[in-house]
């Protein structure tokens, strides 16, 4: 089973902080995908990140790919009360597993106005 | 582009019965779709895999005969809870590949199931 650990699980901050959230394993993926998700909705997704080292920019979110390919993280810089959501990360698979996503277990952001 | 359907969007149904979900992908075909299940506060579970014209590929300790899957064209799956009980009131989500991406998948709104 490859496990994606997310963290902080909860993060409940202020408009115009910085935050970043985390997403590691010890498995290496095919890629890590990004995603946010609203209550009573499916997940979005932010960004598909596959090269080791990668780093991709989205407005205020700046996402990052592990150079051997195990973790990624999500910046987000003054975060804004429409940043509220879960964000979830999700590995993709390699091999035999390939084409099917791992995810994290989620990281509930709350921004405050 | 890349718009995913599910229908309904909520039900609610008799402990016994059987409830149809729907998902289709609007602007593309997809020959693999996947459905989750979600509980609150919680990530996706992966159910099964839908690859269509054929059978399903279940996950460990998912009942294929409770959770019935059909994946008849590039645009539609459906997954069919069996014979529904409380236990199974959850947030289904289904997703949608596109051709030619590996890993990519593209999420339906997802279906909030009530068992009375």
């Known amino acids: 089973t490859q496990l994606l650990e997310q963290s902080p699980q909860f993060l409940s901050i202020q408009e115009g902080e910085n935050l970043t959230v985390y997403c590691n394993s010890s498995?290496?993926?095919?890629?890590l995908q990004w995603y946010r998700q609203e209550p009573g909705e499916g997940p979005v997704l932010l960004v598909t990140?596959?090269?080791?080292?990668e780093v991709k920019k989205l407005k205020r979110l700046t996402f990052q790919f592990g150079d051997a390919r195990k973790d990624s993280s999500l910046h987000i810089t003054a975060a804004q009360p429409g940043d509220t959501g879960l964000y979830l990360c999700?590995?993709?698979?390699?091999?035999?597993?390939?084409?099917?996503?791992?995810f994290g277990r989620g990281t509930q952001l709350t921004v405050w106005p | 582009g890349a718009v995913v359907s599910q229908h309904p969007s909520r039900v609610i149904c008799k402990s016994g019965t059987s409830v149809k979900i729907e998902c289709r992908s609007l602007?593309?075909?997809?020959?693999?779709m996947f459905w989750y299940r979600q509980f609150p506060k919680q990530s996706l579970m992966l159910m099964a895999t839908?690859?269509?014209?054929?059978?399903?590929?279940?996950e460990q300790g998912v009942e294929k005969d409770k959770f019935l899957i059909n994946h008849a064209s590039l645009t539609l799956s459906t997954l069919t809870v069996t014979s529904a009980h409380p236990e199974d009131s959850s947030f289904y989500i289904c997703?949608?590949?596109?051709?030619?991406?590996?890993?990519?998948?593209?999420f339906g709104p997802g279906t909030r199931l009530t068992v009375l």
């Open positions: 602007d593309f075909q997809a020959t693999t």
């Open positions: 997703s949608a590949r596109p051709p030619r991406y590996t890993d990519t998948q593209y």
């Open positions: 498995s290496v993926f095919s890629s």
């Open positions: 999700a590995g993709g698979g390699r091999g035999s597993t390939l084409g099917r996503l791992y």
């Open positions: 839908s690859n269509e014209g054929s059978k399903a590929t279940y």
């Open positions: 990140v596959v090269t080791g080292g």
